[in-house]
């Protein structure tokens, strides 16, 4: 436990790659350990499937990453973790998933070293979302599973102003995150005393009233194992593989390039071939 302790005091806190609001700020949200690992492992797997169920679960684990995928991937209407996953897979995770080439570079992934206590709060954030997103199913099963996947990301969403606050790098209060239309409405709902909220807002206020007398209970075996890997996500010790994500990452947007790169010149050369041959048959 001491060896870990001093591997969490020393590590340096990898961030996501920096979000650009509408005033050209940038937000530098927080990336476990365990979610950087997840996603390479996404990335390189040669199953589809597989893949999509690594990403929907890290997304589950980590609010960090919801709010990032959802900056760029802005879905028009409201969508569930898994709907999410399949979005970002289909629709440039590798593009956005970019860090600059200097190490320390504004939006780099190392940052700055961090306390234990920083890790220590992520994980608590992280495992409290986890559970009133949980708790928030059941309550949502009576209707369709589109609606139940919606207020479980909502759930995963609950203590978004503890990732923002610290993603927002400027300290700016009148900084606006970039998010969805229909989820900054949830979440301002959620922080609000109106009455008359969406569905999946009524569930996960009533998700969060209820855990105080949830808690005071045995806790559920499959909650407890959940709430284990979520604080592990965020406390395991520094890993190389996640130390290679932003150079994996360069260097296989680097290959993608050369092979549009030549497949454009084959393309080019193969017109002109045509054309010569049309003028000399002419």
């Known amino acids: 436990m ?81 709907q999410l996953a399949l979005r970002l897979l289909d629709e440039g995770l590798e593009r956005h998933l970019q860090w600059p080439d200097a190490a320390g570079a504004a939006g780099g992934m190392n940052r700055f070293m961090a306390p234990q206590l920083t890790w220590q709060r992520w994980a608590h954030a992280a495992a409290a979302a986890c559970e009133t997103a949980w708790r928030v199913q059941p309550l949502a099963a009576c209707r369709s599973q589109d609606e139940c996947d919606a207020a479980t990301l909502l759930g995963v969403l609950s203590g978004a102003s503890i990732w923002l606050a610290a993603g927002n790098s400027a300290g700016r209060r009148d900084a606006i995150y970039p998010l969805p239309t229909w989820l900054k409405q949830w979440l301002d709902e959620l922080s609000s005393h109106s009455t008359m909220v969406a569905p999946a807002v009524a569930w996960v206020r009533q998700a969060i009233a ?20 979520v604080r592990h996500r965020w406390l395991r010790p520094t890993s190389p593989v996640a130390d290679a994500l932003p150079d994996f ?27 010569e041959l049309a003028s000399g048959a002419g």
Do not use: Y
């Not at 390479?40 to 499937?49: E, F, I, K």
């Not at 990403?55 to 209407?77: I, R």
């Not at 855990?211 to 284990?228: C, F």
């Not at 990452?249 to 680097?254: D, I, K, L, P, Q």
């Open 2 to 82: 001491r060896l870990e302790a001093k591997r969490l005091c020393n590590a340096m806190t990898r961030r996501l790659p920096a979000v650009s609001d509408s005033q050209g700020l940038l937000w530098e949200l927080p990336l476990a350990e365990g979610t950087a690992c997840d996603l390479l492992a996404a990335l390189v797997s040669q199953d589809p499937h597989r893949a999509h169920l690594q990403l929907t679960e890290a997304l589950s684990q980590d609010p960090s990453l919801v709010l990032w995928s959802l900056s760029w991937a802005q879905p028009a209407g409201p969508c569930g973790l898994p």
């Open 210 to 229: 209820e855990l105080p007398s949830q808690r005071s209970g045995p806790i559920d075996d499959t909650l407890a194992s959940q709430l284990a890997a």
């Open 249 to 275: 990452m360069r260097a296989r947007a680097a290959s993608q390039r050369r092979e549009a790169e030549f497949s454009a010149r084959l393309e080019a050369e193969k017109l002109a071939a045509m054309k």
